[in-house]
């Protein structure tokens, strides 16, 4: 049995083409964190690599189809003696839970359909996307004694900035 686990993944468009991707993550794996693990994808086996921090594996050129997606698919988890390759450092444990808590938040489904954009513009939805969540983050630990305060999230060089005051609701926003 390996010291470490390889997690295998692939992008499949809408013409059955296929491109493939790995990560080799820390420790090795066990049946619980195995069936965690299905048990978090989409329909037990889709996710969106950007949102747990893997590579994309989109073939040249996405979307070249209307009928394209944004999803990648797992393929296999199984033991290895390869070194770990994550560039995060994750152990494979870690790496279940980053995709236990995706699913748990929403998966970011990017269509083709309402895009047709160049990867800059995805890229910059998903800093927006950093920022946002970022701040819903903050708004959620903030108590009666911090509503006067104000915070910047950055992420990426985009910057927005958040101030609660206690004022009386007017009835517009």
Request: net charge negative; hydrophobic share 40%; charged share 30%.
């Amino acid at each position: 049995m390996g010291s470490n686990t390889k997690f295998e993944y692939l992008y499949r468009d809408a013409s059955n083409y296929k491109s493939w991707g790995s990560v080799v993550f820390a420790d090795p794996i066990s049946d619980d964190i195995r069936m965690r693990l299905i048990s978090a994808l989409e329909s037990g086996e889709f996710f969106i690599a950007r949102q747990v921090r893997i590579a994309q594996v989109f073939l040249n050129g996405w979307p070249l189809d209307q009928d394209d997606h944004c999803w990648h698919e797992f393929f296999s988890v199984e033991p290895t003696d390869e070194p770990a390759n994550d560039p995060h450092g994750r152990t494979i444990d870690q790496f279940v839970d980053e995709v236990k808590q995706a699913a748990k938040e929403g998966w970011m489904v990017v269509s083709p359909r309402h895009q047709g954009e160049p990867s800059d513009q995805v890229d910059a939805f998903y800093k927006r996307l950093a920022i946002i969540e970022e701040v819903q983050r903050r708004v959620a630990r903030l108590s009666d004694d911090d509503i006067d305060t104000e915070f910047a999230a950055i992420e990426n060089g985009l910057e927005i900035r958040v101030r609660f005051v206690s004022e009386p609701y007017s009835g517009r926003v």
